[in-house]
T-cell receptor
Framework: DTAVSQTPKYLVTQMGNDKSIKCEQNLGHDTMYWYKQDSKKFLKIMFSYNNKELIINETVPNRFSPKSPDKAHLNLHINSLELGDSAVYFC??????????????FGPGTRLTVL | GQQLNQSPQSMFIQEGEDVSMNCTSSSIFNTWLWYKQDPGEGPVLLIALYKAGELTSNGRLTAQFGITRKDSFLNISASIPSDVGIYFCAGCNAGGTSYGKLTFGQGTILTVHP
C-alpha cells in the first residue's frame, strides 16, 4: 500500500543513453512533482504537473521530458545522459489543501549513476 | 530567486539532549514545512506551519513560523537514536503561479550518540 512509488530504485547507465524513471501515487492527489537531490543533499524542484498539465518547469535542460499519462502517474524521460545527471531523483505528490498549500509526499527516490 | 539558509549544517549530540535548528530566507514565505530524510528514503513531512507566529508541536518536535515570515525553527526535545537523519526546512508561497513549489534549505545532518 505504498503511497508514492518509483521504479527503478537504482539505475546505472552509460553516458549518451536514454532512460526513464516511473512514478505512481495512490493517494488520489492532483499534483505531482520531480525533484533532483545532488551529492550535497540539496533538493531542487524540476517539474510539477497538476491534473496532467505542466505547471512548474524550472531551468532544466530539455533533455529531461516529464510525461503524465494520468493524474496518478508522472514519468521522467532523460535523453543523452551526462555525467552531471548523476543524482537521486524524487517524485512527490500533493493535494491542494489549507489556504492553497500543498503538503508534499515523497517517493523513495531513484539513484541514477551515469558512467 | 528565493534562497533558504539552514543552520547548523550538522550536529553531533548525546542521546537525551535537546536540538535546535533554524532556517532564514531572503524573502517571505506564507508557509513553512519541516521534513526529515532517513538514509535511502525520501523526505517525510514532520510539521507544517501556515501563519506567522504559529507554534506547532508533533510529539517531541516543536516548530515555529517566524513573525517576519522570513524564518522558522525546529526543536527536538530529549533526542533518541532514531532521530538520526537529515532535517530540511522548506518554504512555500501557496497559490498563484507558485502552485506548491517548495524551496528547500540545505539540510541539517543530525547524529545522536547513544
Amino acid at each position: 500500500d505504498t503511497a508514492v512509488s518509483q521504479t527503478p530504485k537504482y539505475l546505472v547507465t552509460q553516458m549518451g543513453n536514454d532512460k526513464s524513471i516511473k512514478c505512481e501515487q495512490n493517494l488520489g492527489h492532483d499534483t505531482m512533482y520531480w525533484y533532483k537531490q545532488d551529492s550535497k543533499k540539496f533538493l531542487k524542484i524540476m517539474f510539477s504537473y497538476n491534473n496532467k498539465e505542466l505547471i512548474i518547469n524550472e531551468t532544466v535542460p530539455n533533455r529531461f521530458s516529464p510525461k503524465s499519462p494520468d493524474k496518478a502517474h508522472l514519468n521522467l524521460h532523460i535523453n543523452s545522459l551526462e555525467l552531471g545527471d548523476s543524482a537521486v531523483y524524487f517524485c512527490a505528490s500533493s493535494q491542494e489543501g489549507l489556504a492553497g498549500v500543498h503538503e508534499q509526499f515523497f517517493g523513495p527516490g531513484t539513484r541514477l549513476t551515469v558512467l | 530567486g528565493q534562497q533558504l539558509n539552514q543552520s547548523p549544517q550538522s550536529m553531533f549530540i548525546q542521546e537525551g539532549e535537546d536540538v535546535s535548528m533554524n532556517c532564514t530566507s531572503s524573502s517571505i514565505f506564507n508557509t513553512w514545512l519541516w521534513y526529515k530524510q532517513d538514509p535511502g528514503e525520501g523526505p517525510v513531512l514532520l510539521i507544517a506551519l501556515y501563519k506567522a507566529g504559529e507554534l506547532t508541536s508533533n510529539g517531541r518536535l516543536t516548530a515555529q513560523f517566524g513573525i517576519t515570515r522570513k524564518d522558522s525553527f525546529l526543536n527536538i526535545s530529549a533526542s533518541i537514536p532514531s532521530d538520526v537523519g537529515i532535517y530540511f526546512c522548506a518554504g512555500c508561497n501557496a497559490g498563484g503561479t507558485s502552485y506548491g513549489k517548495l524551496t528547500f534549505g540545505q539540510g541539517t545532518i543530525l547524529t545522536v550518540h547513544p
